[in-house]
């Protein structure tokens, strides 16, 4: 058979391996598509045939990225199957869609990474922090068997297959936390185009011990206001960029911390908590950037996701380098 492409309806969303129930969950419990709901998965594929009232728009292209699951690492926003015989036409078919295309495999490894050689480099490979995101658009496909290939060209992310991993450190940081923050500031530059913090900068840190978020922010070369209950690491405790302070954080006023370029929460608490705190230091207009951990316990509470998502200039995604959390982002331009 030749080359044949056949349109699918509606949408497929691709997660984390570690988080594809919770991706389920949550179209049952956000998207209220009800306990006996089935999806057709391909891998961590979860493809929606039918998304009428689901989404503000019938239309996938014109759906708002916080409409869409937080525990998507892209969606496939227009997905097609591709049949096809060799590599070659595989290959060919995908580079006459358009240039980039990025690969996520759960099997068929060897004829994927064959198909992937013949297609337009793209980088692949563990990026070292500080990284720029291009804001290319980027397909996502996968070999569902042989001969036969799930894709799209328009995806809800420029990370190719909505996945970014970091060159590691494994002796200077005193945490392994150092590579959420990571993410999450290459996150802001990429959706807000914000600047990340740099040597002018103030910041200010809630939880901060053992200090993997602090490392990376004066190796940036900002001042931290770190507060914790604990110390941070001895490093970090002498370093003359940082000011500990041992305090409930959540007790402390922003008046009282003063002015920042950048405000941080990585503290274990429950949702609720942290946006009575998030809309305290956002209401004193001491600060126009915040990036806050939303850790999960239990059943997630989606209506308490949602007024993170609601508030302006914000969007809450789960990273790669997350766990069972979620990350909010706010950068007012
Ligand atoms: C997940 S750890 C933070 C890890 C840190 N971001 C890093 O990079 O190493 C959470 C921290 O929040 C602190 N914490 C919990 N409740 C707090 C509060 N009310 N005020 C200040 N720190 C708090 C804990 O002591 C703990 O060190």
């Known amino acids: 058979m030749p080359v044949h492409i056949e349109n699918l309806k509606g949408v497929a969303f691709l997660a984390y391996p570690e988080t594809l129930a919770f991706l389920k969950a949550e179209l049952k419990q956000r998207f209220g598509l009800g306990d006996n709901a089935r999806f057709n998965c391909y891998g961590d594929i979860v493809c929606l045939e039918d998304i009428e009232g689901i989404f503000s728009s019938p239309d996938p292209e014109k759906i708002a990225p916080q409409e869409l699951p937080y525990w998507a690492r892209t969606t496939l926003l227009k997905p097609f199957i591709l049949h096809f015989d060799s590599i070659g036409e595989a290959a060919g078919a995908l580079k006459g869609i358009q240039r980039n295309w990025a690969p996520y495999q759960y099997q068929s490894f060897r004829r994927a990474s064959l198909i992937q050689d013949k297609l337009p480099y793209i980088n692949l490979k563990p990026r070292k922090f500080p990284v720029e995101i291009p804001q290319s658009p980027i397909g996502v ?83 931290v206001y770190a507060v914790d209950r604990a110390e941070l690491a001895p490093s970090l405790m002498a370093d003359p960029l940082v000011t500990f302070q041992a305090h409930d954080a959540f007790t402390l006023k922003p008046e009282d911390i003063g002015k920042c370029d950048w405000v941080f929460s990585d503290v274990i608490c429950y949702p609720e908590r942290l946006l ?46 997350n766990k069972h959390e979620l990350t909010w982002i706010h950068c007012e331009r």
Request: one cysteine or more.
């Open 141 to 223: 496909y996968t070999l569902i068997d042989d001969k036969t290939i799930l894709a799209s060209a328009v995806t809800s992310s420029f990370i190719p297959a909505g996945r970014i991993e970091f060159v590691e450190d494994h002796e200077n940081p005193p945490s392994r936390a150092y590579l959420k923050i990571q993410e999450s500031l290459t996150m802001a530059r990429l959706l807000f185009g914000a600047e990340l913090p740099g040597p002018e900068s103030r910041c200010f840190e809630a939880g901060a011990c053992p200090g993997g978020w602090t490392w990376v922010l004066v190796n940036l070369g900002s001042k």
């Open 276 to 321: 009575e705190w998030i809309k305290v230091w956002l209401d004193s207009g001491l600060t126009k950037n915040m990036i806050c951990t939303i850790k999960m316990q239990g059943e997630i509470d989606y209506e308490v996701v949602k007024q993170f998502a609601a508030i302006p200039d914000s969007r809450v995604v789960h990273l790669n380098y």
